[in-house]
T-cell receptor
Framework: GDSVTQMEGPVTLSEEAFLTINCTYTATGYPSLFWYVQYPGEGLQLLLK?????DKGSNKGFEATYRKETTSFHLEKGSVQVSDSAVYFCALSSIQGAQKLVFGQGTRLTINP | GAVVSQHPSRVICKSGTSVKIECRSLDFQATTMFWYRQFPKQSLMLMAT?????????EQGVEKDKFLINHASLTLSTLTVTSAHPEDSSFYIC???????????FGDGTRLSIL
């Protein structure tokens, strides 16, 4: 079945550091890919998405490119801020899965001032 | 836009109590709503998919008689945890979708604690 694998956390960085959170997936067909962010005690917010190969999703300085050849959707940000501290989830949705989201295990990110 | 409201945000109750959680799409009509459960420091696990006016589809291993889902309108779905026990304590999150090929929009979650 479909699955998503994220790099294990927690990840701790200093403010203004470069961020990469790796995400790879296994799916039949051509899924849509998402990054969601969860702040403490809250639900998930959609951060960015990409629906086809080579698409780049971007939002709030975060970027991720849909790489079909490597089945990856790594999240990057050039300069992180303390306010970026949260848990980040990579997810996929396939037509075969009837729009169900399959989540990775989540990566907890802490940014120190 | 695309706001999903979940209520209550936190519930603490005694074992044996039934608890109802509401999920509302405030500014759009949700053709489908999803219910997830999240254990501490873990990912979200889909419990069931709910379409307006029809019975919910439960994921394998989820007891449909334990977790009753009603999706009576295009803006409201409810999850009732019947006769809750301490092992049902968890963070429950709903999401709503406006149509096909649209992203899910999540509520802020309900933290359920059963004493």
């Amino acid at each position: 079945g479909d699955s998503v694998t994220q790099m294990e956390g927690p990840v701790t960085l200093s403010e203004e550091a470069f961020l990469t959170i790796n995400c790879t997936y296994t799916a039949t067909g051509y899924p849509s890919l998402f990054w969601y962010v969860q702040y403490p005690g809250e639900g998930l917010q959609l951060l960015l998405k990409a629906t086809k190969a080579d698409d780049k999703g971007s939002n709030k300085g975060f970027e991720a490119t849909y790489r079909k050849e490597t089945t990856s959707f790594h999240l990057e940000k050039g300069s992180v801020q303390v306010s970026d501290s949260a848990v980040y989830f990579c997810a996929l949705s396939s037509i075969q899965g009837a729009q169900k989201l399959v989540f990775g295990q989540g990566t907890r990110l802490t940014i120190n001032p | 836009g695309a706001v999903v409201s979940q209520h209550p945000s936190r519930v603490i109750c005694k074992s044996g109590t039934s608890v109802k959680i509401e999920c509302r799409s405030l500014d759009f009509q949700a053709t489908t709503m999803f219910w997830y459960r999240q254990f501490p420091k873990q990912s979200l696990m889909l419990m069931a998919t709910s379409n307006e006016g029809s019975k919910a589809t439960y994921e394998q291993g989820v007891e449909k008689d334990k977790f009753l889902i009603n999706h009576a309108s295009l803006t409201l779905s409810t999850l009732t945890v019947t006769s809750a026990h301490p092992e049902d304590s968890s963070f429950y999150i709903c999401s709503a979708v406006q149509g096909s090929n649209q992203p899910q929009h999540f509520g802020d979650g309900t933290r359920l604690s059963i004493l």
